[in-house]
C-alpha cells in the first residue's frame, strides 16, 4: 500500500494581483495558477481549455506531446472545479500539467519513445497517482527518445521535438517533450525524468528550472527502481517555487521502493535565505573516453553565475570533486535498464539500431560486472563526498555546449552516439551514480540567443539548501521574465518536416 504523507496547500509565494486575464493567468507558472484556482479567479476548465489550444496550435511545429488526453482532461477539470465550488483545496487542484511519456497513466499506453502498439495501462503509476491526489489535471504525455536514451528527443516513433527557443534546435533530451512544453507557456509545469542529466540537460537548453531529487524521492513504482537506481523523476518549470510546488506533491514513496528517503520540506525552502555558503566550482567534467572541451559561451555563463553567486556573499572556491572512474559504474546499469525495456515492447524489429547495440550490452554487462558496479556505488559517495566536507554544493556547467541542432545524431552509429553524447553533456550523470540532488538553473544566453545552464550539485538530502540557494539567485537574476516568442500553428503546407523527414506531431494519440 502506498505511503502517504500529509500535503499541505499552496504556498502562498505567488503574487496574483492584476491576473485576472484568462491569457494572463495560463501565462503564469504553477504556483498563481494554483492560487488563483483557489481563489475563484479562473476555472479549471478554462486553463485547461486554454493549455489544450495551444497544444493543438504549436504540435505540428514543436511536438511536444505523444498523447493528448483533450476528453479525458476536461472531464478531470469540471471535476476539479466542482470540488472547488464545494470549497475542497488541494496544492494543484485543477492546475493542468504534463508527464513524460515514461510513467503511467491509466487509459493511456506508455511507449517510452518506441515505436508500435503499446496497450493502455491499466492503472497509474505512484507518481502519477500523488499528482492527481495533489489535484493536477493531466493533459498529456510528452516526447522522449527511445528509452530516454539520448540528450535529443528525436525518433522514428513520432518525428522530432522542437526548441521553443529556437525550431532548428533541439530542447534536449531525454526529458525534451516535456521541457518544450513548459519553455513554450503550453503548461506551467511537467514531471520529466533524469538517468544521465534528462531533466537537467533540456533545463539547460530551455531556460527552465529542473530539479533531479534524491534517489527515490519520487516515487518510480511499479518500477522497484529505475535503470539500476540511477533514474528518477522531477520537476521541469519556469521558476524555483513552480518546481518545488511540484516536487512537494509528487514525493512519497511506495512500499514496494527500494530507495525510500526520508522526507524534506522544498516548499518553505524557497522563503528561506540559504546563508552563507561555500560553492566549489567545478569546469573539468569526470573522467570518459571520449575527447571533451567546454564551449566558452557555456565556461563564460557558468562563471557569471559563480560571479552572482559571490556577489550575494557565498564563498566560490574553484575545486574539483574527486569521481575516479565513476563512468565504469555508470554503464553496466544505463545498458540493462536498457535491455529490461527494450524486452517489454511489442515490436523489437521497429527499436532503433543503437537501442540493441545497448540492449546487447546490458546483457554481456549484467550478471557479475553489474554487482560489482552496484557494490561500487557506496565507495563512490564517500570518495565524491570527500567535498562535501569542506562546500556545501558543487557548481558545474549543465552542458559543455549550447543545444545542439536537430538531426545532429541522426544517422551515427552506436558508438559515434556515445562519443558526442558525452561530449555535449559530461557534467550531469555522475550525481545519478550517487543518486543525490542536483538542478540545472538559467546561466544566460549564447551570442545567437541559445539558453544555457548552470548545475548546483549537493550531497544526499540537500534539496531545501539547493532550492533556497536557486531561489536567491533567482531573485538576483529574474530568469522568468525572459520568454521564448510565440510558437503559432502553421498550415499543413508549411510545415516544418523533422530530420527524419515526417511532419513534426503526426504520432499524436
Known sequence: MADTPETPEAPDRADTTGLTDLTDLTDSGLVAQAQALAAGDVSSRELVERALARIAETQPLLNAFRRVRAGA????????DRRLSDGERAPLLG?????????????????FGCAGEFPPKSADSEAVR????AGAVIVGKT??????QWPVTEGPAFGATRNPWSTEHTPGGSSGGAAAAVAAGLVPAALGSDGAGSLRIPAAWTHLVGIKPQRGRI???PEPESFRGITCHGPLARTVADAALLLHAASGSHAGDLHRPRPVDVLSATDRDPGRLRIALSLRPAFAAARQRLDPEARSA??????????LGHEVVEEEPRYGLIGLTFVPRSMSGVREWAGRVPDPALLDARTKVN?????????????????AEEPLRRRVGEIF????????????????RIGDLTGLSSSRTDAAMISACPYSWPWNVLGWPGMSVPAGFTAAGLPLGAQLLGPAHSEPRLVSLAAQLEAAERWFERRPGPVGDVAAGDRTPDSLGRPAGEAVG
Open 359 to 375: 540492449a546487447r550490452g546490458g546483457l554481456l554487462l549484467g550478471g557479475g560486472i553489474l554487482r560489482v558496479a552496484r557494490a
Open 73 to 80: 482532461a476536461l472531464v478531470e477539470a469540471d471535476a476539479a
Open 130 to 133: 500523488r499528482l492527481r491526489a
Open 143 to 148: 516526447n522522449t527518445p527511445e528509452l530516454g
Open 95 to 111: 492546475v493542468p500539467i504534463a508527464v513524460k511519456d515514461d510513467v503511467d497513466v491509466a487509459g493511456e499506453p506508455t511507449a
Open 302 to 311: 557558468t562563471l557569471r553565475i559563480a560571479e552572482r553567486l559571490a556577489a
Open 389 to 404: 566536507d569542506r562546500f556545501d554544493v558543487v557548481l558545474t556547467p549543465t552542458t559543455a555546449v549550447p543545444p545542439l
Open 219 to 221: 516515487s518510480t513504482w
